[in-house]
């Protein structure tokens, strides 16, 4: 649902007051890097940001597939190995959660709006 409002908020819509700070609180979950302002603590230019929000999902399947490998290392300590059916329930659970921040995120460079000048520009 969050992500849901999140995703309704990347519109260019007038939104009421109240409808609009729940938006824009929300967008926290589509991994929008001007939420955090890691461009004032860390700079660097735009393309350096977006590719950071977009490397979250593939480190995040490496991630898992290295708790995986390394469960399987360590199957004598508590909780045993995972099986190949867990680490793929995880890994596509994971990406389903994360889908409406992906699909964000792969339409962001696509976002444009025109000047009265006739020019376009990004949204973000």
Same mark, same amino acid.
């Given at each position: *649902?969050?992500?849901?409002?999140?995703?309704?908020?990347? &519109? @260019?819509? %007038?939104?009421? $007051?109240? =409808?609009?700070?729940?938006?824009?609180?929300?967008?926290?979950?589509?991994?929008?890097?001007?939420?955090?302002?890691?461009?004032?603590?860390?700079?660097?230019?735009?393309?350096?940001?977006?590719?950071?929000?977009?490397?979250?999902?593939? *480190?995040?399947?490496?991630?898992?597939?290295?708790?995986? &490998? @390394?469960? %399987?290392?360590? $199957?004598? =300590?508590?909780?045993?190995?995972?099986?190949?059916?867990?680490?793929?329930?995880?890994?596509?659970?994971?990406?389903?959660?994360?889908?409406?921040?992906?699909?964000?995120?792969?339409?962001?460079?696509?976002?444009?709006?025109?000047?009265?000048?006739?020019?376009?520009?990004?949204?973000?």
């Amino acid at each position: *649902l969050v992500q849901c409002l999140a995703v309704i908020g990347l &519109t @260019s819509v %007038r939104w009421p $007051k109240a =409808f609009e700070s729940t938006v824009s609180s929300s967008s926290v979950v589509l991994l929008d890097m001007e939420t955090f302002s890691i461009a004032c603590m860390v700079g660097g230019p735009q393309w350096e940001r977006y590719i950071m929000s977009i490397a979250v999902f593939p *480190l995040g399947a490496v991630w898992l597939l290295v708790c995986f &490998t @390394s469960s %399987r290392c360590f $199957k004598r =300590f508590k909780g045993g190995a995972w099986t190949w059916t867990r680490f793929l329930n995880t890994l596509g659970h994971f990406l389903q959660v994360g889908f409406s921040a992906m699909s964000a995120l792969a339409l962001q460079p696509m976002m444009c709006y025109q000047h009265p000048n006739g020019q376009h520009s990004l949204l973000k």
